[in-house]
């Protein structure tokens, strides 16, 4: 099984979420090329750019495909300030969102985690490298995390569409509502599950 990593929002924006979604490569490449098929999507698969329709059947398809996600969320307005006094970046949350998403599988996947693999568009190469080394220590011999171009792999693209549907709650977006629906039986039998985040260490 393969993890892939994505973000949604940012401090700015209300909310950050950061989605890890377990699937195989092969069943990730068959669900994006089936949404492709039906909804003639061209270009970057993109939680922020589909429909709420569009939205609907590609988590029904992750869904019914055993998909499972742990998302790690924070509310800008819940966060807790560091003991130090000092001002929470975007990269901190992000880090500790990654941590908390990826860290909640591990004692979950026995050993089955081969590879965990995170968008690398978001932030400097370097900068990026330096949280993929982070999470490669925490995996120590359970897999290997690596940074993918999401561009090129339909997993980080369904991370994609996961964590920014969880954004759109966690900012109370005006399509929240409509998400919240959508999302309701995954997250009632647990295939989405998702960890408040309200202190960076």
């Not at 880090?95 to 050993?111: K, N, Y």
Request: overall charge negative.
């Amino acid at each position: 099984m393969t993890i892939y990593c994505d973000e949604s929002g940012g401090l700015n924006a209300g909310a950050m979420t950061f989605a890890a979604v377990m699937l195989t490569p092969e069943t990730a490449a068959s669900i994006h090329a089936r949404f492709r098929a039906v909804t003639g999507l061209r270009g970057e698969l993109k939680g922020s750019r589909i429909s709420l329709t569009e939205r609907a059947y590609l988590l029904e398809l992750f869904d019914r495909a055993g998909g499972r996600a742990w998302v790690a969320s924070a509310e800008t307005a819940k966060l807790m300030p560091p003991a130090d006094g000092s001002t929470i970046t975007d990269l901190e949350l992000y880090a500790a969102l990654l941590d908390s998403a990826v860290g909640h599988w591990l004692p979950e996947t026995g050993g089955v985690c081969s590879d965990v693999v995170i968008d690398d568009g978001r932030y400097d190469p370097v900068i990026l490298a330096r949280v993929r080394d982070a999470i490669q220590a925490g995996l120590a011999g359970w897999g290997t995390a690596s940074l993918a171009d999401s561009r090129r792999s339909e997993g980080v693209q369904i991370a994609d569409v996961v964590a920014n549907s969880l954004y759109n709650i966690a900012a109370h977006s005006p399509r929240a509502r409509r998400i919240g629906i959508i999302l309701e039986p995954m997250l009632a039998s647990r295939a989405i599950r998702v960890a408040e985040l309200t202190r960076v260490a």
